[in-house]
C-alpha cells in the first residue's frame, strides 16, 4: 500500500465558494503531481512539482492553484468553485529517479460543484 | 507533445481467456511506459513497466510487449480472472529533457471479466 492520502473523499459545495483539496505522502517523494480524471476516465495533468517551492502547471490548462512548502504536502487550490470544476481529482508522487519512476497514487477526491 | 491513444475503450471477457490492449504513442523521445490499473474508488496502481531497451516484459500472468520502430506497445493477461475486471490505463514518457517523468496517459480501458 502507497502512503499517500487525500481528503476529503468527496466533496459537494456550491458556485463562488473557495476550496481546497489536500494530498499528502510519507514517502518522501521530492515529485508531485495533480491529475483531473473526466468522468470518461481520461487522466489529464493539472500541475505537478519537482521538490519543495517548485511548482509547475500541466498539459491541461487549469484554474487552480498549488503550493509546495513542505515535501509532503501538495494542496491544490480553487478560489473560486464552478460547475466546470466538477471532476475527479487524483494526487501522486515519484521518487523521480532514473532507476524508479512508479507514480504512486491517492485513492482521489470526487469534487461536485452545484 | 507525447499522445497515447489506446484500444479498445472496453473489453469483455470469459474469466480463464487472454486480454490485450494496444496503445500507440507519438513522440520518438518517450522511453518508459508503464500500465497501471484503476479499482472502483481507488486511485491507479502499477502493474507493470517497460523501458524502451527491452522488447517484452513478464511478470506471472501478465506481460508487456514494446515495438519502438512501429510506436506501440501492448498489455497482455493470460488466465483472466473475475478480480482482474478494472479500468487499465497505459501511459509514456520520456526519462530524461524537460518532459523527464511526466505521463501522458491513455484513454483507458474497462476491462470485465464474467465467471
Known amino acids: 500500500e502507497a502512503d499517500i492520502y487525500q481528503t476529503p473523499r468527496y466533496l459537494v459545495i456550491g458556485t463562488g465558494k473557495k476550496i481546497t483539496l489536500e494530498c499528502s505522502q510519507t514517502?518522501?517523494?521530492?515529485?508531485m503531481y495533480w491529475y483531473q480524471q473526466d468522468p470518461g476516465m481520461e487522466l489529464h495533468l493539472i500541475h505537478y512539482?519537482?521538490?519543495?517551492?517548485?511548482?509547475e502547471k500541466g498539459d491541461l490548462s487549469s484554474e487552480s492553484t498549488v503550493s509546495r512548502i513542505r515535501t509532503e504536502h501538495f494542496p491544490l487550490t480553487l478560489e473560486s468553485a464552478r460547475p466546470s470544476h466538477t471532476s475527479q481529482y487524483l494526487c501522486?508522487?515519484?521518487?523521480?529517479?532514473?532507476?524508479?519512476?512508479?507514480?504512486?497514487f491517492g485513492p482521489g477526491t470526487r469534487l461536485t460543484v452545484l | 507533445g507525447e499522445n497515447v491513444e489506446q484500444h479498445p475503450s472496453t473489453l469483455s471477457v470469459q474469466e480463464g481467456d487472454s486480454a490485450v490492449i494496444k496503445c500507440t504513442y507519438s513522440?520518438?523521445?518517450?522511453?518508459?511506459f508503464p500500465w497501471y490499473k484503476q479499482e472502483l474508488g481507488k486511485g491507479p496502481q502499477l502493474i507493470i513497466d517497460?523501458?524502451?531497451?527491452?522488447g517484452e516484459k513478464k511478470d506471472q500472468r501478465i506481460a508487456v510487449t514494446l515495438n519502438k520502430t512501429a510506436k506501440h506497445f501492448s498489455l497482455h493477461i493470460t488466465e483472466t480472472q473475475p478480480e482482474d475486471s478494472a479500468v487499465y490505463f497505459c501511459?509514456?514518457?520520456?526519462?530524461?529533457?524537460?518532459?523527464?517523468?511526466?505521463?501522458?496517459f491513455g484513454q483507458g480501458t474497462i476491462l470485465t471479466v464474467h465467471p
Open positions: 501522486a508522487s515519484s521518487e523521480g529517479r532514473l532507476a524508479d519512476n512508479e507514480q504512486f
Open positions: 514517502m518522501g517523494h521530492d515529485k
Open positions: 512539482s519537482y521538490g519543495v517551492n517548485s511548482t
Open positions: 513522440d520518438s523521445a518517450s522511453n518508459y
Open positions: 517497460i523501458r524502451s531497451n527491452v
Open positions: 501511459a509514456a514518457t520520456p526519462l530524461s529533457g524537460t518532459s523527464y517523468g511526466k505521463l501522458t
